[in-house]
């Protein structure tokens, strides 16, 4: 069953508001326009399940993008992702803005309880040191035993640089977290198959220190106005882990150039 995206639901879910925001949503409509969306999904389900032919077993099961999503695969409502598609007004042309980021849902893709679920954490180099954190003692144990796989950039363009090799790897974890300072140069490294359906493109992560704040709280001056570089504190793996478990909570946006874009925020059973 292909995915349903919540643009199926066409009832007005916006409202003219009395604030200056253009518009709002309308909890009522949003609530009448998703329970119809769910009922419309579990029916599909059942009609296709009904009419459903003989399972080929010798179809390719790595192809099948909707296999990787969800816990109930083709056939089964549990399985359906549910799509937010969202359309600007304007085109989006700026490469700063293009940049994937995440979006924090208070009901998670992934469940922070599964201690089944893999991830790969893709880093910049050296990768020697994000590997140690995964060993400190103020880095949580359930959640390095999680994080099966630490792989830095230049380890990855030379070991999966196959087609093969890249497929394989893309069977092995549930889900892929990259530094975002290495994020853009990802769909190279990785090619179509993790980027052409988006079950599990990288979620951008950031791995580096904070910040030091500028002296006696003022503005930090830009390199041309006469400023220093941002000088970053060294991470701390008490950091790094709050970053992980945020972003395996949030839904990813990864925005192309145009007007639309469609963010997974869900599962039909949840």
């Not at 579990?42 to 296999?67: F, H, I, T, Y």
């Not at 992702?81 to 992934?110: C, M």
């Amino acid at each position: 069953m292909a995915p349903v995206t919540a643009g199926m639901a066409t009832a007005a879910v916006t409202t003219k508001a009395a604030s200056g925001s253009p518009y709002q949503l309308d909890p009522s409509q949003s609530l009448r326009a998703t329970t119809s969306l769910v009922k419309h999904i579990k029916s599909q389900s059942g009609k296709k399940r009904d009419s459903a032919p003989k399972v080929d077993l010798l179809a390719d099961a790595g192809g099948d993008e909707e296999n990787e999503e969800g816990a109930g695969g083709e056939g089964r409502a549990e399985g359906v992702p549910i799509w937010l598609t969202l359309t600007t007004k304007k085109h989006i042309v700026d490469q700063k803005r293009l940049k994937p980021g995440k979006i924090p849902l208070p009901h998670p893709l992934n469940s922070p309880t599964n201690s089944n679920l893999r991830v790969c954490l893709i880093t910049a180099d050296p990768q020697r040191t994000y590997k140690d954190f995964l060993t400190h003692p103020s880095f949580p144990p359930a959640l390095a035993s999680k994080v099966q796989r630490v792989i830095g950039i230049t380890k990855l363009k030379a070991k999966y640089k196959p087609f093969e090799n890249r497929r394989q790897l893309l069977s092995e974890y549930d889900i892929f977290l990259a530094d975002d300072r290495i994020i853009t140069s990802l769909p190279q490294a990785l090619g179509k198959i993790f980027y052409k359906g988006g079950a599990k493109r990288p979620v951008p992560v950031s791995l580096e220190g904070r910040r030091e704040k500028a002296a006696d709280g003022a503005k930090r001056l830009k390199i041309s106005e006469g400023g220093s570089k941002v000088v970053k504190a060294a991470p701390e793996p008490a950091a790094i882990a709050r970053e992980i478990e945020r972003a395996l909570s949030c839904a990813l946006v990864h925005l192309a150039p145009g007007a639309s874009t469609s963010v997974k925020i869900g599962y039909a059973n949840l």
